[in-house]
């Protein structure tokens, strides 16, 4: 009994010491770039987070020490991947609405699938060389779901894989988002730190900036890691344009001013709603945030290669005049 405490105790203290002796690499690090719209940055927090801003997007991730000043980056989204979420919307008669974000940037495919059995029939999403596109784009079809599957093919790409998303509460009005990965942005990577910098390679030192010292890009930064971390719900008024979005000064919570209508399935702000609002489309449209829908996400069923057709119509043609 004697020993096996003196063992808790033995390991105890040298967890301590170990933990004392992992430098602190919070910071923000200018990583450089050669592109003329702006460097990236690595955000290092203390929470184990850390991001990558460059122009046009964000990466995220978390990071670990390892030993001898040695640490690990590995990020959140290990390859490109299709994300669903729905709701039930009784306006829509039998039929489904998908609202398509981040599709235009690769040739997507989708196929609304209404038994386990149907063969693997994708149709393009937008057509071949689609230009000048004006969002948001959401297609109605003139069917109900049992799951819905896409795909996407990319240039140098042996499989193209299909993945399946199920739809067991039928819901019939969906947000169908494409996240698409390069390669390198899914890899994990390591940086020695010695010297208050972070060496990437033996000659390629980083210097780190206090993070007290970057202002609201640190605010904004932890926000968009916390609205990463829960999307198992989203909100997004009748033209998809997301409640609490990140560039608002203060992240609101939807019951603040909002109340669930449950005949309208909808978040209502008594103050500002105007009866029917839903059903207009004008230049305040965007903006108006006095009705809120909350779309549920949809876990993905399988991810695999088949065999399968394509339907090379698209859903939407986009071209410049």
Not at 36 to 45: C, R
Request: aromatic letters at 14%.
């Amino acid at each position: 009994m004697k020993k096996n405490i003196l063992l808790l105790i033995t390991i105890i203290i040298s967890n301590l010491a170990n933990a004392q002796n992992v430098p602190d690499i919070t910071g923000l690090y200018n990583l450089g770039s050669s592109s003329p719209e702006g460097g990236s940055h690595l955000f290092v927090l203390e929470n184990g987070n850390y991001a990558i801003t460059y122009f046009g997007g964000i990466i995220t991730g978390n990071w670990k020490f390892t030993e001898d000043n040695i640490f690990k980056f590995t990020p959140n989204i290990k390859e490109s991947k299709f994300e669903l979420s729905g709701r039930h919307n009784k306006n829509l008669n039998g039929n489904t609405k998908i609202f398509f974000d981040g599709f235009e940037n690769s040739e997507t495919f989708i196929q609304l699938r209404t038994t386990e059995a149907e063969e693997h029939t994708l149709q393009r999403v937008f057509n071949i060389g689609a230009n000048c596109f004006s969002p948001p784009y959401a297609y109605t079809f003139k069917t109900i779901a049992h799951s819905i599957s896409f795909m996407f093919i990319r240039y140098g790409d042996i499989d193209n894989l299909i993945t399946t998303i199920e739809n067991p509460d039928g819901y019939n009005d969906f947000v169908a988002n494409f996240i698409e990965i390069d390669n390198y942005e899914a890899q994990p990577f390591f940086v020695e730190f010695k010297n208050d910098k972070l060496y990437f390679e033996e000659h390629n030192a980083k210097e780190r900036s206090p993070l007290d010292e970057v202002g609201e890009d640190l605010e904004f930064i932890k926000k968009f890691i916390e609205m990463e971390s829960n999307k198992d719900t989203i909100y997004l008024n009748p033209s998809y344009n997301k409640f609490g979005r990140l560039d608002e000064e203060v992240y609101r919570d939807i019951n603040e001013h909002h109340v669930f209508n449950e005949q309208k399935n909808a978040f209502i702000d008594a103050e500002y709603y105007v009866e029917g609002v839903e059903h207009i489309n004008s230049e305040e449209s965007y903006e108006d945030m006095s009705i809120i829908y909350a779309y549920s996400a949809l876990m993905e069923r399988s991810k695999k290669s088949a065999k399968y057709k394509i339907i090379e119509k698209p859903l939407f043609q986009v071209n410049c005049d």
